[in-house]
C-alpha cells in the first residue's frame, strides 16, 4: 500500500521556531498548509489554504480532508499513519486558538496534560506549593502569587501581588482553572521534548530570566528522566516539559506544555518535530493511553 505524504498545517503568522520546524518538515517529506489570516472562517477549501491539495477538502466543508494526489516520495503505512485507501496523516503546529478551529475540523487530535498535571507532582520535583483552583477562589489571594493557565494563555503568567490584580469576571469566565503557585526564580530553563516515555529532545531556553538558547545539560537530561520516572504514566506520549534549575542549585518541573504549540528553541529540530507529530495527529491513531489526553 502507498500512502500519501503527510501534511503540517501551519497558521498565518510563523514564529522563528515555526519556520524551522517547517523546513524541516520540507526536507523530510511533508506536504506544508498555510493559511491566511482569513483562511479559517472560508474554509480549507479557499484559496487562502497555501499548499492544500487539490480535491482534500473543499469551502465549507474542511473536515471532508480526502483526495486522490501525487504520492511520489511518500513513506510507508508505518511512518506516515496512513490507514489504506487514499487517505493521509494530517498534523498541526499552531497556537490554542487556531487549533482549536482547525484541529477538530481535520480530525486531528490535540494531546496535552491534565490541567492540574504540575498542582498533583510531588513537592520534590517541583520545590514550590502549586495547586490548581479556579480563577474565582484566586481572587481570594492575599499574597504575591504566580498564576497562569494550565494549557493556554488565557490568564498572562505573571507574578500577582494579590488576587484583586487578575483579570476580572468581566473579562475571564470565574470557573476558569489556573495554577497557583509560590513565587520561584530560575537560574536556567531547559525544554525538554518528551516522546514515548524518554526525553527526546532538548535543549537550554532561558537563563536568568531571559532568552538565551544553548545544549541541554546533563543534569537537566537526568531530572527530566526522574520526573518521567515518577510521573510519566500521567502524561501523554508527546508533550513538552520545561524544568529549571534555582540559584541553590535545586532543579524542579516549570510546567508543562503541548508540543504541538511550543517552540523548540534549541533542541534537535527533526526531533522536537517527531514530537509534534505525534502530539497533534489523526485522532484515528491514538493509542488507548493517548486517548485520555485529548484536549
Same mark, same amino acid.
Request: glycine letters at 10%; aromatic letters at 6%; one cysteine or more.
Given at each position: ?41 472560508? &474554509? ?5 489554504? /497555501? *499548499?492544500?491539495? @487539490?480535491?482534500? #477538502?473543499?469551502? $465549507?466543508?474542511? =473536515?471532508? %480532508?480526502? &483526495? ?5 516520495? /511518500? *513513506?510507508?503505512? @508505518?511512518?506516515? #499513519?496512513?490507514? $489504506?485507501?487514499? =487517505?493521509? %496523516? ?22 496535552? %496534560? ?182
Amino acid at each position: 500500500m502507498t500512502c500519501p505524504p503527510r501534511i503540517l498545517v501551519l497558521p498565518p503568522r510563523l514564529t522563528a521556531s515555526a519556520r524551522t520546524l517547517r523546513a524541516t518538515a520540507l526536507r523530510r517529506g511533508l506536504r506544508i498548509v498555510e493559511a491566511t489570516a482569513s483562511a479559517v472562517p472560508e &474554509g480549507l477549501g479557499s484559496p487562502g489554504w /497555501a *499548499g492544500w491539495p @487539490e480535491g482534500a #477538502g473543499q469551502a $465549507g466543508s474542511p =473536515g471532508d %480532508a480526502r &483526495g486522490t494526489w501525487d504520492t511520489r516520495g /511518500a *513513506g510507508s503505512a @508505518e511512518s506516515t #499513519g496512513c490507514t $489504506g485507501g487514499d =487517505g493521509h %496523516a494530517v498534523h498541526l503546529h499552531a497556537g490554542p486558538s487556531f487549533a482549536d478551529v482547525v484541529a477538530p475540523a481535520l480530525g486531528i487530535a490535540l494531546l496535552e %496534560a491534565p490541567a492540574d498535571w504540575l498542582a498533583r507532582l510531588p513537592r520534590a520535583l517541583t520545590q514550590r506549593d502549586i495547586r490548581a483552583m479556579t480563577i474565582g477562589e484566586a481572587y481570594r489571594l492575599r499574597r504575591p502569587a504566580f498564576v497562569k493557565s494550565p494549557n493556554d494563555k488565557c490568564i498572562p503568567a505573571l507574578v500577582y501581588a494579590d488576587g484583586s490584580r487578575l483579570p476580572g469576571p468581566d473579562a475571564v469566565d470565574p470557573a476558569t482553572v489556573v495554577l497557583v503557585s509560590d513565587v520561584m526564580t530560575f537560574a536556567v530553563e531547559y525544554r525538554l521534548h518528551l516522546l514515548d516515555g524518554a526525553v527526546h529532545a532538548a535543549g537550554q531556553y532561558a537563563e536568568a530570566g531571559r532568552l538565551r538558547l544553548g545544549p541541554p545539560d546533563g543534569d537537566a537530561l537526568a531530572f527530566g528522566r526522574d520526573v518521567l520516572a515518577a510521573a510519566g504514566k500521567t502524561l501523554p506520549s508527546a508533550i513538552v516539559v520545561d524544568v529549571g534549575r534555582d540559584d541553590e542549585g535545586r532543579w524542579a518541573v516549570i510546567e508543562a506544555n503541548a508540543a504541538w504549540a511550543s517552540g523548540c528553541y534549541s533542541a534537535d529540530p527533526d526531533r522536537a518535530l517527531e514530537t509534534v507529530l505525534r502530539a497533534a495527529g489523526p485522532a484515528t491513531a491514538l493509542s488507548p493511553h493517548d486517548r485520555a489526553f485529548v484536549r
